[in-house]
């Protein structure tokens, strides 16, 4: 059973930066494109950035480009990290890191499969 445990995140102000990180685990945890995600007040599950398995080839929403940067955090793949810079209010929400098999790198939910916990992000004014 694949899982992903999530650490990070919390309150800052306006300008300031936090980092987020996914440890994926379980038999076979590999060739997984993983993608973070955001989910406000309205509910609908927000595309921010991925990273593929083959190649490390990275995208981002347009929202968050030049901010948010994904990485793979060690050797195995295993641990991406998603460091967020130059907060904004708009950014509070709650994030999820989540994991597609198929190593799309796509930005539908529907395409990964696995999810983290989700953790809280507050950016205060």
């Known amino acids: 059973q694949v899982q992903l445990e999530q650490s990070g995140g919390g309150s800052v102000q306006a300008g300031g930066s936090l980092r987020l990180s996914c440890a994926g685990s379980?038999?076979?945890?590999?060739?997984?494109?993983m993608g973070w995600f955001r989910e406000g007040t309205g509910g609908e599950r927000e595309f921010l950035a991925a990273?593929?398995?083959?190649?490390?080839?990275?995208?981002y929403a347009a929202s968050v480009k030049g901010r948010f940067t994904i990485t793979r955090d060690n050797a195995g793949k295993t641990t991406t990290a998603l460091l967020m810079n130059n907060l904004r209010p708009e950014d509070t929400a709650v994030y999820y890191c989540?994991?597609?098999?198929?190593?799309?790198?796509?930005?539908?939910?529907?395409?990964?499969?696995?999810w983290g916990q989700g953790i809280q992000v507050t950016v205060s004014s």
């Open positions: 990273i593929r398995w083959f190649g490390d080839m990275t995208f």
């Open positions: 379980g038999p076979n945890f590999s060739g997984y494109t």
């Open positions: 989540a994991a597609d098999p198929k190593d799309i790198g796509g930005t539908k939910s529907y395409l990964y499969n696995h």
